[in-house]
């Protein structure tokens, strides 16, 4: 009989366990929380602060801030027994419910930290009914999550009055500071508020508070939940709260991860809480000492070169100016590079063997089919060689050295370092795109640079912990080509040095390339040491130009300043030059291998195995007559009465460059008037007009056309044909204008020495 009955019990328990889990299965508790979006630093602190879709201050914390001060205090005000009941203490609902009963009204409650979860996970009339549903529902939360887990939707959940909910919001508002850091005192005050939030509302009621604080403290003492010591100190201390802001650092990222993972309560960045406040003091106080000028913006990117962490993302000059564009992300914005591409053109061609830093380039005015680009200063230096080029952002040579690796390879370097509006751009792009005439971001240069920082590998940036360090990156260049780059752009005797930093011990150690934009639209100056990349952008979000802004003496200050405040005195060391660069002596007049008429040599770094092996031409033999008069070559070569001479070889456009400056120069004599050689290399080169244009003469004024070549250094006269008929003959360097007839015209240009270039150009009526 006794066997039986515990049978029927064990029985009657199974069906019952049965039916509670065929009820849970049926009528799930899955309430759906919704937090406010919270940006962290890698510690957690919080950077900025979102409301959740509801507009509350719900910020989530994890079951780590719930520190032993914060859980002891809070279990023994709100349940003791909390670790020991499973959602429901029975012998609470049995004393709440002997009271209410005597006393005819409501006078204790019952309810557990896990049915108070409940209660704000499910709001409900407060009637007896309901109070079943929420112990049942607490009996599934017992059941499907553990205590701490439980815990940590009560400090999550548990209000505070008005749009503020948990006490992670709670903490920051009132205190402005994470609950880790709270004090006996401040916990104290917070976990009494949601009893009465109106009575108690922390910054409107705070002596109430007070007063309710210090009763609870000394309850405290008297039950030994805490030494008599700290129960003293926090009796003692003041509750002087008020209503904070929340943190509203780095504004830009913030809105840039939140949009990319809406639903995500913590965001954690990679931001160095520090540099980043610091760096958006220094970038708020250069704008306003630069209002007066026109000049109301500025963007700041700042990359940890050996993780590619973003440690600082300052968008604008002040976020919440709105007459300036400040929720403009200067950061993303598309702008014109200016100059700034220039260093990934010359590693280029290091990496193509076209150049060496020593080699030399014709800085001097000319055409490339109809593009003529001019310098920054508007001034032409000559001769000059591939480092000072660089060091000193010399258009022209970069246009020739652009002309020469050919324009789609510069486009597929970018495409491969992620450019995505250049990738747009592609088919429309031209030689103006190394001097500014593309479209790129921050973003995407201060990326670049630090693949030059990395020896070439371009790896990707990570803006949050979600970001997968790339550890093997992609090679866009060399290590051999970026360690020649970056010794070019680490030299000080360079034109983009602010004037107030030359021979002054701020001037941090760092490669740097400044770049502005046509009509002074956009300011850029990118650096880098081995530890970090720094990317500045100053200007306007409206496009308006301002005479005063450039790269050198508006961008460059800046990032000298924020390289001083972040890594002064690097301990990282600089690069040390690769296995494959190697030393040689050069011909300093040209670049290349020292012949004969060299009587001087310099040493030139190059890459083994890839850089070019010319043997110097700057100077060449000329047969003359003894008084220097006339030239021969060696058909017309007389037996006796002549003598050999070195000449300079002088490249046409230098020739004219000359002419046009008149610079004296080392002229071949005229050739013998009595040979009947014909020449077939050297003809001279049409540069107006251009081969296969259009152009369109006005019927009431018509209009002439510029006619001009570039010829060798051995020729006195050039012969200009209009439809193989004789226009004009003329010396080389003098342009010749002519009124063209209609329809398609073929010039041609013929030198003293029969050798003859032709051009087809189309003439319209407009």
């Known amino acids: 009989m006794k066997n039986s009955k515990v049978r029927k019990g064990l029985l009657a328990l199974i069906c019952l366990i049965l039916v509670f889990f065929a009820l849970d299965l049926a009528f799930p508790f899955n309430p759906d929380i919704r937090y406010a979006t919270q940006i962290t630093d890698p510690k957690g602190r919080v950077v900025h602060a979102f409301l959740s879709r509801e507009d509350k201050w719900r910020l989530y914390s994890n079951v780590d801030e719930i520190t032993p001060l914060l859980r002891k205090t809070l279990i023994y005000k709100e349940d003791q027994y909390f670790y020991y009941h499973p959602g429901v203490n029975p012998f609470a609902v049995v004393r709440a419910a002997v009271r209410n009963a005597f006393s005819g009204r409501r006078t204790s409650g019952a309810s557990t930290i896990t049915m108070q979860v409940v209660r704000l996970m499910d709001p409900r009339a407060r009637t007896y009914a309901n109070k079943v549903v929420e112990m049942w529902h607490a009996f599934q939360l017992e059941m499907h999550y553990s205590k701490d887990e439980i815990l940590q939707f009560y400090i ?3 209000p505070y009055g008005g749009n503020i909910e948990g006490i992670k919001a709670a903490s920051l508002l009132y205190f402005g500071k994470a609950p880790q850091l709270l004090s006996l005192a401040e916990i104290t005050a917070l976990t009494i508020v949601p009893n009465r939030p109106s009575g108690l509302r922390p910054g409107t009621r705070n002596d109430a508070l007070r007063e309710a604080r210090n009763a609870w403290l000394k309850r405290f003492a008297e039950d030994g939940l805490f030494d008599e010591n700290v129960i003293r100190d926090a009796l ?32 954690r960045t990679n931001l160095n809480l520090q540099a980043q406040s610091q760096i958006e003091e220094q970038v708020r106080n250069y704008i306003n000492r630069r ?6 913006n500025a963007a700041v990117l700042v990359v940890n070169n050996e993780t590619m962490e973003v440690e600082a993302y ?4 002040d976020f919440n100016n709105p007459f300036d564009g400040g929720q403009v992300d200067g950061v993303r914005a598309v702008r014109s590079p200016g100059s700034t591409l220039k260093p990934l053109l010359y590693a280029t061609a290091f990496d193509a063997g076209i150049i060496t830093p020593k080699s030399v380039l014709n800085d001097v005015p000319g055409n490339f089919n109809g593009y003529e680009p001019e310098n920054f200063d508007k001034h032409f230096n000559g ?55 593309c479209g790129v971001t921050l973003e995407e240069l201060t990326r670049l640079f630090a693949a030059f920082a990395n020896e070439g590998k371009l790896r990707n940036l990570r803006l949050s912990d979600g970001d997968v360090l790339d550890k093997k990156g992609t090679p866009v260049l060399s290590e051999d080509a970026t360690f020649l780059t970056t010794s070019i752009l680490t030299q000080i005797t360079r034109p983009d040095l602010p004037t107030n930093f030359d021979n002054t011990y701020h001037l941090p150690r760092i490669a740097w390339k400044t770049g502005t934009s046509y009509g002074k639209r956009d300011a850029w100056s990118i650096g880098y040491n ?10 306007n979000f409206s496009g308006e130009g301002v005479a005063e802004l450039s790269g050198a003496n508006t961008a460059t200050p800046l990032l000298f300043s924020i390289f001083n405040a972040l890594d002064y005195n690097s301990p990282k060391g600089w690069y040390k030059s690769p296995a494959n660069i190697s030393l040689r002596n050069v011909c300093p007049v040209s670049g290349d291998i020292p012949s004969d008429f060299c009587d001087h040599q310099v040493p030139d770094q190059y890459i083994v195995g890839v850089s070019a092996y010319r043997k110097c ?28 001479k070195a000449y300079p070889n002088l490249a046409p456009e230098l020739i004219a460059f000359y002419e046009l400056q008149k610079l004296p120069y080392q002229k071949i004599p005229p050739h013998n008037p009595k040979c009947e050689r014909v020449f077939h290399e050297g003809a001279p080169l049409i540069v107006s007009p251009n081969d296969g244009s259009e152009y369109y003469i006005r019927k009431d004024e018509p209009q002439q056309i510029q006619l001009a070549c570039q010829a060798a250094n051995d020729v006195q006269e050039v012969y200009w044909y209009v439809n193989d008929k004789l226009y004009q003959k003329s010396p080389p360097q003098e342009s010749v204008f002519l009124s063209p007839p209609l329809g398609r015209v073929k010039i041609s240009c013929s030198d003293d020495k029969g050798r003859n270039a032709d051009i087809w150009i189309v003439v319209k009526r407009m």
């Not at 003041?238 to 830009?252: D, G, K, S, V, Y």
């Not at 300052?314 to 000059?317: C, E, H």
């Not at 050919?406 to 190394?434: C, E």
Request: charged content about 20%; some cysteine; glycine content about 8%.
């Open 291 to 296: 209002q007066l000028m026109n000049i109301h």
């Open 617 to 644: 031409q700057h100077m060449r033999w000329v047969f003359t007559d003894v008084a220097g008069k006339m030239s021969y070559c060696t058909y017309c070569l007389p037996e006796k009465g002549f003598e050999k």
């Open 236 to 267: 003692e201390e003041p509750l002087n709260i008020r209503r904070l802001q929340t943190p509203r650092l780095a504004p830009h990222l913030s809105i840039r991860l939140k949009q990319q993972f809406p639903d995500e309560p913590v965001i």
């Open 383 to 437: 001769a000059v060689t591939t480092e000072f080029a660089l060091a000193n952002s010399l258009n022209i040579p970069a246009v020739k050295v652009l002309k020469d690796i050919g324009t789609p390879a510069l486009i597929a370097k970018l495409r491969k370092a992620g450019f995505k509006t250049v990738d747009k751009q592609a088919k429309d792009l031209g030689l103006s795109m190394i001097l500014g005439g």
């Open 156 to 158: 999550n959940l548990v």
């Open 530 to 539: 081995r530890r970090y990349t720094v990317g500045v952008w100053v200007g």
């Open 314 to 317: 300052v968008g604008s000059a």
